[in-house]
């Protein structure tokens, strides 16, 4: 039995769309004329996705915060003794989003055929990623489903709360700089042509730094809107640029040099890798296999590169702290961390509080970045407004010498 998106006309010739279990996509036709409903399209759930993964979609994942939120309905549902089945089911009922519900039941479906539900999630790899399946086909290798899911949905409630922090933390300065840009453009293209009118019939010179004011005035003026279609192409090569492997790690190892952005990157990078690992290990899941599903969470390419050799090392029989260390891309409390667990045979407790401390570090960073610069942006746009007021009432000061 699978699970199938239908559109069927009602008697009064209205469209309905919603999901329905069936063996096949007849059968699920046939229910439907029994409501007294016309189908005019009936797609598998499986089978709609896999399509869309082909092609341009701007609907291709799950929210971080629906994911979580499924993990954790359904971690509660199999640790209360629910069958895996019911509890799919259950969960596909609770949830008011279509897409969720028709890719909970494609699961389902695949449950009911005798599939692993790690197999079942398989089915949508755009939604559930490697770590996600991993656990569970651990999980379930091991018997204990109910306290890994619950572990999974820490894990995953935890990277929705540094999202979300990291996206409120950075929507005041951003926010702030628009503000800025615009008041300052503002005054430049409106408000200092208008002001520069009176002054244009004296034959006197005009100060200095009106005429630098005047000259910016012209530019905005005459190139801003080219300006801002340099900026925007500028971008495009860039992020073209970047498609390049080769490019994306020279850029990548270029931002772990640099001295504010290198140290977030590199904290950000190793609390991903350090707590993916841990919940990979604390699941049961082989070590090697761990070390590359951790590793493939790592969006820095150069510290990518830098876990796969250490991998190889592991493979060789090397510790992985050790093998992690030559690097020297990661911290070295985390390298500590890592080696301590590795000696005491605790090493995914050691690997989660390397996450942790991580993450407060780099919490206390971002807090610290965000509480400067949004004084320093005010700073720096009252010093530009107080320029350009300046450069107005200069030549005002100076009013009786430019008309005598």
Known sequence: ??????????????????????????????LLRERQLLPVSVTEVAQKEATQQKKFSLVRRVSAADLALFTRQLATLVRAGLPLEEALLAVSQQTEKPRIQSIVLGVRSRVMEGHTLADGLGEFPRVFPEIYRATVSAGEQTGHLDEIMERLADYTENREQIRQKILGAMLYPIVLTIMCFGIVSGLLVYVVPKVVEVFESSDKQLPLITRMLITTSDF???????????????????????????????????Q????????????????????????????SVPVLEALRIAGDVVTNLPMRDAVREAAQRVREGAPIGRSLAQSKLFPPMTIHLISSGESSGELDSMLERAAVSQERELDGLIAAMVGLLGPLLIITMGLFVMGIVFAMLLPIFQLNQLIH
Request: no cysteine.
């Open 256 to 283: 772990l040099r640099m001295p504010l952005v290198g140290k977030l990157a590199r904290g950000f990078n190793t609390a991903r890798f350090t707590r993916t690992l841990s919940i990979l290990s604390g699941s």
């Open 1 to 30: 039995m699978g699970a199938f998106e239908y559109t069927a006309l009602d008697a009064g010739g209205r469209e309905r769309k919603g999901i329905l279990e069936g063996d096949t996509a007849r059968h699920v036709r046939q």
């Open 220 to 254: 905005f003026r005459d190139y801003g809107l080219w300006l801002i279609v340099a900026l925007v192409a500028a971008g495009f090569l860039f992020a073209r640029w970047l498609r390049n492997p080769d490019a994306r790690r020279r850029w990548h190892r270029f």
